[in-house]
């Protein structure tokens, strides 16, 4: 597909802002330059995708489409239960109504905003347990998205396995710089799981970039092939929920899978009851082939190294200027150290989402923060996360390099001028995922000050 890009103003967007209280998810999408706000759903799909969906099978029960749904997420997963889904939290959604609750407490290396929302939503903990680097931006470590087996140990000690219903574990590691999981680590929790007979589900939105890093970084891993990785992936855990929206290469759709035929007759009657009858889960005929082939072509190695590669390229630049990222770039996003970026700005001034505004009125490019609008303050959660990020999100084959250097080019005019941000604060927010309608207003103290 091609689509027009308008050019706005800079005078114009400083009063976009405004009128969206410095708010980016408000502002209407037409008026975005190059939109970095998410790699979710905003994939461009292929010719053969786009061929599937005129082939669709509508029929209500047993559609064609399904059963090759079906065939391509048997071959990809191996797990015996696969129930589509029109998104990634609905298979949360699904999950957590069957297994969360009070007094529960579910882990993970870093819950995703909206697995964190669905956990807290049934009154049970949602609890992460990164590795100590995965919290540092400069740490090199090849996993940094890996779960810390000791924290999960302790976890199981002090709350007891019976009030751990399923330990989870985000592949790549979202909230925290996209970084990815290795097979060990996997197999690692794995086995403390299975020792307690706690079920290990996988967050697997992003599989196949999470599976072209093991074999890249992982010793003894790069001869096999992605699919093969994948498979592995895939063996070692229980089940998964799956945003198919990132590595299902297509605009809509989600999976929920797992082994226990117990779990799945309960997933099944609440998916009929809320998404739809369990051949086609919330979703049209049309979809499910769109996400059967999306799946199929996400394993091409040619295109994952593409994929990974512009991604690294946008983080080599900006480094080479001077600005901290997580390092080293992860799969789908560059995330940028806000806290070092805006050092003059303090934490409970939203430094991630001062300079998301900056470079929207700069050049009109859209990111997200992941800091603490997103994961902090709140009644519900006053500690800080561990890092101020802001995600420069890639969509799947849309942008070329020439937009690319366009971001690069840009962040590295605000930061030239990075003292001149301001901070903002809170003046009105609902009490979960704040980040999507929170108003905010500019410190201009803050401004002067410096
Ligand atoms: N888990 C992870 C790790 C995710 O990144 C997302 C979505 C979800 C679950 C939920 O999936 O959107 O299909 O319901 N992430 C998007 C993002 C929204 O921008 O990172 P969904």
Known sequence: ?????????????????????????????????????????????????????????????????????????????????????????????????????????????????????????????????????????????????????????????????????????????????????????????????????????????????????????EPGQNKRSVSDIVREMFDIADGATISAKKDGLVNIGGVLLMRDNELAEKANNLLILTEGFVTYGGL?????????????????????????RSVQ??????????????????GHAIYIDAQDFCSHIPREQFPGQALVCALYHHAGIRAVEIGSVMHGGGEEKPSAPAMELVRLAIPRRVYTQSHIDYVIEATIEVFSQRDELCGLKIVEAPKALRHFTAKFEEIRSTKEKD
């Not at 403390?192 to 697997?204: E, G, H, N, R, V």
């Not at 390229?313 to 992860?330: D, F, N």
Request: glycine share 8%; proline share 5%.
């Open 313 to 330: 390229y946008l983080g080599e630049h900006l480094l080479k200027a001077g600005i901290q990222i997580v390092e080293p770039p992860g």
């Open 284 to 308: 049209a005929g049309r979809d499910l082939e769109a996400m059967a082939q999306g799946f199929t072509e996400v394993l091409d190695e040619d295109y994952l190294r593409y994929r990974l």
């Open 1 to 217: 597909m091609v689509e027009p890009i308008k050019f706005t103003t800079r005078e114009e967007r400083a009063d976009l802002l405004k009128r969206a209280h410095f708010n980016v998810f408000q502002i209407a999408s037409e008026n975005v330059i190059i939109d970095l706000l998410t790699d979710s759903g905003t994939t461009a799909m292929s010719s053969e995708q786009w061929a599937g969906m005129l082939r669709g099978d509508e029929a209500y029960a047993g559609a064609k489409s399904w059963y090759r749904f079906r065939t391509v997420l048997e071959s990809l997963t191996g797990m015996p239960h696969i129930l589509p889904t029109h998104q990634g939290r609905a298979s949360e959604r699904i999950l957590f109504e069957l297994i969360g609750g009070p007094t529960k407490v579910i882990p993970n290396n870093n819950h995703f905003d909206t697995t964190r929302a669905n956990i807290e939503h049934t009154g049970a903990k949602a609890v992460d347990l990164v590795i100590a680097e995965g919290r540092d931006p400069r740490s090199q470590h090849p996993f940094k998205g890996n779960l810390d087996p000791r924290k999960l140990e302790q976890l199981i000690a002090e709350v007891g396995a019976g009030q751990i219903p399923v330990c989870m574990i985000t592949v790549t590691n979202n909230s925290n710089g996209g970084q990815p999981v290795s097979l060990e680590n996997l197999k690692q929790v794995k086995a403390i799981c299975a020792k307690s007979k706690i079920p290990l589900f996988l967050d697997a939105c992003r599989f196949a970039e999470n599976a072209y890093m093991i074999k890249q970084r």
